[in-house]
């Protein structure tokens, strides 16, 4: 018997996931509550699209993670997200039985792309463009993005929202390798991701999560949203996806945590370590 070309199948896989089928024919009957899908089947979700990713080089150009960019970019971007991420992946509220595995790292990509814009894929699995890299000017900023998208992701925001795209069972099927029937083929399931639009009231219970897990996790200033927010030309790709609600700028700048206190910290070296880590670099 003569071994599987591994070649051949990864070429299967980003066939398959190319031709899954978008949101314009959702089915709203499924047989899989939200409820029901494991940690381990969100991260095998998030492993396949990550894969696809990773292939489909015409949709996602990534940096590599090379010289000079991994000792900078992806050294800074990892060291926030690890940060921020450190207590979903102890996971200690779970049941045993249903746990991320906290000795895996939940990797940062950063994306080529003049696109303003940021996701999160199931398991943690994190993509931020350079575009949106270039607009924000201190790790604060960038802590506040990579806290928000985990929290999606963690809280189960990510998936309901997707299960309302593509039906639970056909996602079940998607992770077990069995191509599902009917609906409208031409967008992958990576595309759909990386332009997964969330509703106002949404991204307003994520901002107050995400405040409390930033004070909770960090000396950073909980308001790193707030530079993004005041930019004059902020209608851009992340914000189109994650739209503000009514009175955003008071409500962050008001709202209580349940923490012990949070910091004020903006960026780590005097110098200005994301203009040296980042902007230097791109």
């Given at each position: 018997m003569t071994n599987?070309?591994?070649?051949?199948?990864?070429?299967m896989l980003i066939v398959f996931l190319l031709t899954l089928f978008s949101a314009c024919t959702k089915q709203p009957e499924t047989s899989v509550a939200p409820s029901e899908f494991t940690k381990e089947q969100r991260l095998e979700l998030g492993e396949l699209i990550r894969s696809a990713i990773a292939l489909d080089q015409d949709n996602f150009e990534i940096l590599p993670k090379a010289p000079p960019y991994d000792t900078s970019i992806y050294f800074l971007l990892q060291s926030l997200y690890n940060q921020a991420t450190n207590a979903m992946r102890v996971d200690n509220h779970s049941p045993t039985s249903n746990r991320w595995d906290f000795n895996r790292e939940w990797p940062v990509t950063v994306l080529v792309s003049d696109e303003r814009n940021a996701f999160v894929l199931p398991g943690g699995f994190i993509y931020i463009t350079t575009g949106l890299l270039q607009t924000m000017t201190?790790?604060?900023?960038?802590?506040?993005?990579?806290?928000?998208?985990?929290?999606?992701?963690?809280?189960?925001?990510?998936?309901?929202?997707?299960?309302?795209?593509?039906?639970?069972?056909?996602?079940?099927?998607?992770?077990?390798?069995?191509?599902?029937?009917?609906?409208?083929?031409?967008?992958?399931?990576a595309q759909i991701l990386s332009t997964l639009t969330f509703d106002s009231d949404e991204v307003w219970e994520n901002d107050i999560i995400t405040a409390e897990s930033i004070c909770n996790t960090?000396?950073?200033?909980?308001?790193?949203?707030?530079?993004?927010?005041?930019?004059?030309d902020n209608n851009f790709e992340w914000f189109t996806y994650r739209p503000s609600y009514s009175n955003r700028h008071q409500l962050i700048t008001i709202t209580d945590v349940e923490s012990d206190g949070c910091g004020s910290l903006h960026t780590n070296f005097q110098s200005g370590g994301y203009k040296r880590y980042v902007l230097d670099r791109l």
């Open positions: 599987a070309n591994p070649r051949l199948s990864a070429i201190e790790e604060y900023e960038a802590y506040y993005i990579l806290s928000f998208e985990a929290n999606l992701m963690n809280e189960g925001t990510l998936l309901n929202r997707l299960i309302s795209e593509i039906n639970s069972d056909a996602l079940v099927d998607i992770i077990n390798g069995n191509p599902s029937p009917g609906g409208q083929q031409g967008q992958s399931i960090s000396k950073w200033d909980r308001k790193g949203i707030l530079p993004l927010l005041n930019d004059v």
